[in-house]
């Protein structure tokens, strides 16, 4: 395998609203984001994907750009973004954007000029049809309701998969596709390490518009249906990597819902689309077409099945980018880990996993501290679009309120929302302001302060699995070594090898509360990190605590 730049580094995700506040506004913002840096220095970060900061209305905070090239004022100025990249890169890390290019905002000039004259060139950035036809096809948006909505003033209708505010772009027009390149390489010239790419896989429509099997009652059909029938976007995504990636041998991480299985080597293979693209597959695990309310609660072992299915998937191909979380998921301690089974030393286990398997691991602000869900009392605390869609949605299968909230509150976006916990005191030391959305009030217990300075915090445990990946003596083996799975049949045993013809690398976890035992590899080894005080080793087996993790290094090693 070529090797790349970005192979052996750890990322960090920042949702600059909620990330840290530098004027008082209740509202996270770039120069928060410089004044962090040595923190995430200490961390061991190189990689910082910023969620949108370019300007926009926020219908979904951000993802909806009204103008590419301009920062939204409530995150600062163009300077500032230019300073962060530059301070960043004294650190030596490198900054992503994120590229939001499915739809833009409504609010953006080229939709505004459709408006306008929807026969002229800019109606063509979009899909508009006669609205005296009805409906051209029963696409449900992923915010709820059809796609469709009528363009104002107008005798045309537009397609928003997303937010009626989110038209999306026609990306079969080539002149939207030189627009959109234009603005990717004036960003790469700036310095940018790369991009997380948004919503990509949607940026090809399966053509001409037609209906598909109904899924609920309100007569629609989820987009997935369509998905399944478009063909060609890799021509596009070569194209786009062609024109502008490429030549600055930039890093990008794709999100990537509904590939086809046979697809992952054209999107994350050598000369992939890609560099890597997030595994979701346990984010998705359980969920429902019905909706949120109908999600299936995940299981240990399920959780250990979704993660041996991706590493063996990628294994010959190339690099998933792992995630627990992220801003559009509720928090992964409070998803992965049975409800009362929270604490420091699950969560660590959970780290452990994550930062242990194959790929490049992608960590969301708060989870190196171990942030949790939020106790939601009403649905009026919840800004989120998605979230207010899937309460309705529930509302209308006949859920109680209560039921409803409590529904959503388990999937929530704004679980991962909320502002960042820095310390023990007014909103949680994120801003001096009215925060835009409540703080945890667990921040008395989980901030960063109070964990930077103790050697058993969670963060303490993601600084030396960081350290342990990026370590001289192992750092070949855990970014290229295999990934064997061991035990994989001891019921909540997740463990397995990373293995390569120097090393043999053993990660065991015990996903569960009651100690188990599970028995040894090898006959000698050394403990490399150990997410509690003792290993209680014995005759070829170690006995393992409720939810202890170990990595060892075994001396002889175990069969390839
Ligand atoms: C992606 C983003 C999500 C956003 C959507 C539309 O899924 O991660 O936050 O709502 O795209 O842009
Ligand atoms: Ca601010």
């Known amino acids: 395998m070529k090797k790349k730049w970005w192979h052996d580094k750890v990322a960090y995700q920042i949702y600059p609203k909620s990330f840290y506040d530098t004027n008082g506004d209740g509202i996270g913002d770039i120069r928060g984001i410089i004044e962090k840096l040595d923190y995430l220095e200490d961390l061991g970060i190189d990689i910082l994907w910023i969620s949108p900061v370019y300007l926009s209305p926020f219908a979904d905070q951000g993802y909806d750009i009204a103008d590419y090239y301009q920062i939204d004022p409530r995150f600062g100025t163009m300077k500032d973004m230019d300073e962060l990249i530059a301070k960043a890169g004294s650190r030596g890390i490198r900054i992503l954007m994120d590229l939001v290019v499915n739809h833009c905002s409504d609010e953006h000039e080229w939709f505004q000029k459709a408006i306008a004259d929807p026969d002229g060139k800019y109606g063509k950035y979009f899909y508009l049809e006669d609205a005296k036809n009805g409906l051209p096809c029963n696409w449900r948006s992923y915010f709820g309701g059809p796609c469709w909505d009528a363009l104002p003033g107008t005798d045309k209708i537009y397609l928003h998969v997303f937010h009626k505010k989110q038209p999306d772009l026609n990306w079969e027009n080539p002149e939207v596709r030189e627009e959109i390149y234009k603005n990717i390489n004036w960003w790469l010239q700036k310095g940018l390490g790369g991009f997380r790419i948004d919503a990509i896989i949607n940026i090809k429509k399966a053509l001409p518009f037609k209906n598909y099997a109904p899924d609920r009652e309100d007569g629609l059909s989820s987009i997935n249906h369509m998905l399944e029938e478009a063909e060609g976007i890799g021509v596009f995504l070569e194209e786009m990597k062609h024109r502008t990636f490429e030549k600055y041998d930039a890093f990008t991480v794709g999100e990537v819902f509904n590939a086809k299985p046979d697809e992952l080597a054209d999107f994350i293979g050598e000369n992939g689309h890609f560099s890597t693209m997030f595994d979701f ?74 930062l242990m398997l194959r790929g490049i691991p992608f960590i969301y602000q708060g989870q190196e501290l171990g942030m949790e869900n939020m106790a939601f009392s009403s649905i009026d605390e919840i800004d989120d679009v998605n979230t207010k869609n899937e309460y309705k949605t529930a509302l209308d299968a006949g859920l109680s309120e209560e039921d409803a909230l409590k529904a959503v509150s388990r999937y929530s976006r704004d679980n991962a929302r909320t502002p960042m ?127 202890q993790a170990v990595i060892l290094e075994c001396s002889a090693p175990a069969p390839l």
Request: glycine share 6%.
């Open 281 to 354: 597959r346990s984010t998705c695990f359980g969920s429902s077409p019905k909706g949120w309310y109908d999600s299936l609660p995940i299981t240990p072992e399920d959780y250990k099945n979704c993660c041996f299915e991706s590493q063996a998937e990628a294994a010959d191909i190339g690099f998933y980018a792992n995630v627990i979380e992220n801003h559009d998921e509720p928090r992964g301690v409070s998803h992965y880990l049975p409800e009362g089974e929270v604490n420091d030393t699950s969560k660590k286990m959970l780290a452990t996993i994550s």
């Open 421 to 547: 916990q820095w310390t023990d005191g007014p909103n949680a030391g994120f801003t001096t302001g009215k925060p835009w959305l409540l703080v945890n009030p667990n921040h008395v217990s989980i901030n960063a302060a109070a964990q930077v300075k103790d050697p058993a915090s969670v963060y303490t445990y993601y600084k030396k699995l960081i350290a342990l990946r990026k370590n001289e003596d192992y750092k070949q083996t855990l970014v290229y070594g295999k990934t064997v799975p061991y035990l994989k049949e001891q019921k909540n045993i997740l463990s397995f090898f990373r293995q390569d013809e120097h090393q043999t690398l053993l990660v065991a976890a015990n996903f569960q509360s009651k100690p188990q035992s599970i028995k040894l590899p090898c006959s000698n080894y050394r403990v490399l990190l150990n997410n509690c005080d003792q290993i209680a080793a014995d005759h070829g087996s170690v006995l393992l605590e409720g939810y």
